[in-house]
């Protein structure tokens, strides 16, 4: 059975710190990967996915993610975030027609 | 703005009773999703619609329902609320047809509360 495991849950930095959130998931076929996020009180939006190709994915918003197929890891990063990229983040696995959402990760940035 | 509509936004209601979430899919996608996102289970997959066909099940339980309309529209029907039916509920849309590599759009949710 397919399932993503996100083991950051609260992750609390300054602004202008690097970010990186971790993602693994489990699935045994081609798989098509996204990390959505949800601003306090908004609904999800994409930040970026990776069907296929290059495994450095850049996304909106300075984001980006990089898949390595042998670790079964799909982690977002962030070079310096702002006080505005506080939110929730979901990363998710689709194997089929269905997605797979992780628990979340809650980033708090602090000024 | 994802140009998925969902109404109500809120809507609280008392335990045993029955209520009609209804979802708006972006101009021209076929396919509709609902998700059920909670505190103690996250977000959960919970039934999908392409182009009026059930297409795949997730952890729906016997007492929701749900159906795609002739003009793609769909309706979550959630009966015999119990207080864990609590959630919010996210419904998102897709051009469905590619399935798994589709981005999925999703509405701004609608906040069930059944006290």
């Known amino acids: 059975a397919q399932s993503v495991s996100q083991h950051n849950h609260h992750v609390i930095l300054s602004e202008a710190a690097s970010l990186e959130l971790g993602c693994n998931y489990s699935?045994?076929?081609?798989?098509?990967l996204f990390w959505y996020v949800q601003y306090p009180g908004q609904h999800l939006q994409l930040l970026l996915k990776?069907?296929?190709?290059?495994?450095l994915v850049k996304g909106i918003k300075g984001f980006e993610a990089e898949f390595i197929k042998s670790k079964f890891s799909f982690n977002l990063r962030k070079p310096s975030v702002q006080w505005s990229d506080t939110a929730e983040y979901f990363c998710?696995?689709?194997?089929?027609?269905?997605?797979?959402f992780g628990t979340g990760t809650r980033l708090q940035v602090f000024p | 703005d994802s140009g998925v509509t969902q109404t109500p936004k809120h809507l609280i209601t008392a335990t045993g009773q029955r209520v009609t979430l209804r979802c708006s899919p972006r101009?021209?996608?076929?396919?509709v999703y609902w998700y059920q996102q909670s505190l103690d289970q996250g977000l959960q997959f919970l039934i999908q619609?392409?182009?009026?066909?059930?297409?795949a099940k997730g952890n729906i339980l016997e007492r929701f329902s749900a159906q795609q309309f002739p003009d793609l529209h769909s309706e979550l029907n959630l009966s015999s609320l119990e207080l864990g039916d609590s959630a919010l509920y996210f419904c998102?849309?897709?051009?469905?047809?590619?399935?798994?590599?589709?981005?999925?759009?999703f509405g701004p949710g609608t906040r069930l509360l059944v006290l």
């Open positions: 998102a849309s897709s051009p469905g047809r590619t399935s798994g590599r589709e981005t999925q759009y």
């Open positions: 699935y045994g076929g081609t798989v098509n």
């Open positions: 990776y069907f296929s190709g290059d495994p």
């Open positions: 998710a696995v689709n194997g089929g027609d269905k997605l797979i």
């Open positions: 101009s021209g996608d076929l396919s």
């Open positions: 619609y392409y182009n009026g066909e059930e297409r």
